[in-house]
């Protein structure tokens, strides 16, 4: 399912890269295979030339860290 979602996203933004991150990074490379393996099934090959599926280099924490940044680029911005 998530590849499948994942196929829709890529067939609409066609981006460069998927960092999978959070709570499902530390399950495993099968899990990360299966999205890829889904994923480039079900999008077009001209969205998937050059696309990356991998986990995140922040690992389980990038939700944290996101939150974080969304805060401090609330409280900094110029009103």
Same mark, same amino acid.
């Given at each position: 399912? $998530? ?7 890529? +067939?609409?933004? +066609?981006?460069?890269?998927?960092? $999978?991150?959070? @709570?499902?990074?530390? $399950?495993? *490379? ?19 030339? *050059?696309?990356? !599926? ?9 939700? !944290?860290? @996101?939150? $974080?940044?969304?805060?401090?680029? +609330? ?5």
């Amino acid at each position: 399912m $998530i590849g499948g979602v994942l196929a829709t996203l890529v +067939n609409f933004y +066609n981006p460069q890269a998927i960092f $999978i991150g959070g @709570g499902v990074s530390g $399950i495993g *490379h099968a899990l990360l295979s299966s999205i890829r393996q889904a994923t480039l099934r079900r999008a077009t090959a001209l969205s998937t030339r *050059h696309l990356r !599926v991998e986990y995140s280099p922040l690992g389980a924490d990038v939700g !944290v860290i @996101g939150g $974080i940044w969304l805060g401090l680029e +609330n409280v900094f911005a110029e009103k």
